[in-house]
């Protein structure tokens, strides 16, 4: 699914907003599918060219889909299809720059759309920096990783069990995806830590998860696909005063009618998966729209939800 308009946007009437909704993944459409409901105007843009951000699935030349979210394509364009409007999703639109004080967003073509009220799902970072806010975002971390997908044929082994709950092994995460497998075919995600910047050699650490695989008596094959992808940053890390930090800046961001939500906008991994990424879209528009309180983003945190 992929919509946008050919050359210069030719819907003028998009220049002004009520709603900018950055990012078609979970909390996106979250957010897209509430304002849907509630007769709002808004925009919703994505620099892909699908919707479901991370947790969409891609699909390789053996026929293994692969998705560290766990998820699917097809769900997230049924849920647009469903929805949204997609006159009012913007694929393969990048943000350059977002003016946070004068809540305008300027697109890499040059395109230029004020809003009333943005519900980014960009890496927070990125929202600090468009803010003038990059200081604010100092305690932050966040942990490289490179997800290893392998495909083998047969049937899973049952050593693979032990692979999963070792504690010693080159991965932080193994899990099964199978059901994402041709027929006949079973399949698994590797989620490896990755020091530094630098350039990954993603050969050799394939070749990492194969042998320790092996050496649990979890591989009697050699892989017949494998499948890479390296997220920075990756999953944010839970760092001391993290909530105090995150209530600090949503007081800042807020009052610029700038909702930092998600995986990576919000920094708060525990509540963000699916389910949770995608309530934070809808709660973050009932919040503007009505003053509502957010459950969502602030689930199993000490600190005072931020007034409206």
Known sequence: ???????????????????????????????????????????????????????????????????????????????????????????STRVAHVDVARRTAIFTDGHAVTYRTCVSSAPLPMALSWAGARDLGAGLRARRL???????????????????????????????????????????????????????????????????????????????????????????EATDGRDELLHEIDVRLRGHGFFSRGLLGGWRPEASDLGGAYRQGGEAVEAALDGAVEQAYWAASDEAVPAA
């Open 1 to 91: 699914m992929a919509h946008r308009p050919g050359g210069a946007p030719s819907a003028r009437r998009l220049d002004t907003v009520d709603f900018l909704v950055i990012g078609a993944g979970p909390t996106g459409l979250g957010a897209a599918a509430r304002l849907e409901q509630r007769g709002a105007d808004y925009l919703v843009v994505d620099s892909s060219d699908r919707v479901g951000g991370a947790a969409a699935a891609e699909l390789d030349d053996h026929g293994f889909s692969w998705s560290v979210a766990g998820a699917t394509g097809a769900q997230w364009n049924s849920i647009a299809e469903r929805l949204v409007d997609v006159e009012r999703l913007w694929l």
């Open 146 to 236: 490179l997800a290893v997908g392998l495909g083998f044929r047969g049937d899973e082994p049952a050593a693979l069990a032990s692979a999963l709950t070792a504690e010693v092994a080159p991965w932080e995460r193994l899990t099964v995806t199978t059901e994402l497998a041709p027929e006949g075919h079973w399949s698994v995600i590797a989620e490896l830590p990755v020091v530094g910047r630098g350039e990954i050699d993603e050969p050799v650490a394939i070749g990492h998860v194969v042998d320790a695989l092996r050496a649990f008596g979890a591989a009697p094959h050699p892989p017949v696909t494998t499948w890479t992808r390296d997220f920075s940053p990756a999953c944010p």
